[in-house]
């Protein structure tokens, strides 16, 4: 499975993006996906996980109710749609495919990556 992320760049502060993560395979259709993200100087860290059919989502605490994710699974698509955006965003955003179908917030439990979209958010 190759993922491709992409919808990154560079926005002012309060703005908004929307990140997009492509499958290659419908493989990735039944598995659970999450977004990271990694700051120059930091861990990676989860932002965002979805399970297999939507129905299931958790975000680390610091984007709750200014991201949200989404799946399109006729598209093999996972979306992070991202609001508010604050310059403590700023970070490589990376989307990756969960070895099961139920979403994961350990890094561990991911078996395929995107190579990361950049994302810049200036005050």
């Known amino acids: 499975v190759q993922l491709q992320a992409s919808g990154g760049g560079l926005v002012q502060a309060g703005g908004s993006l929307r990140l997009s993560c492509t499958a290659s395979?419908?493989?990735?259709?039944?598995?659970?996906v999450g977004w990271f993200r990694q700051a120059p100087g930091k861990e990676r860290e989860i932002v965002a996980a979805?399970?297999?059919?939507?129905?299931?989502?958790t975000y680390t605490d610091s984007v709750k109710g200014r991201f949200t994710i989404s799946r399109d699974r006729s598209k093999d698509t996972v979306y992070l749609q991202m609001d508010n955006l604050k310059p403590e965003d700023t970070a490589i955003y990376y989307c990756?495919?969960?070895?099961?179908?139920?979403?994961?917030?350990?890094?561990?439990?991911?078996?395929?990556w995107g190579q990361g979209t950049q994302v810049t958010v200036s005050s």
């Open positions: 990756a495919v969960a070895r099961s179908s139920g979403l994961s917030t350990r890094s561990g439990s991911y078996s395929y």
């Open positions: 979805i399970n297999w059919n939507g129905g299931d989502t």
């Open positions: 395979r419908r493989t990735s259709s039944n598995n659970g």
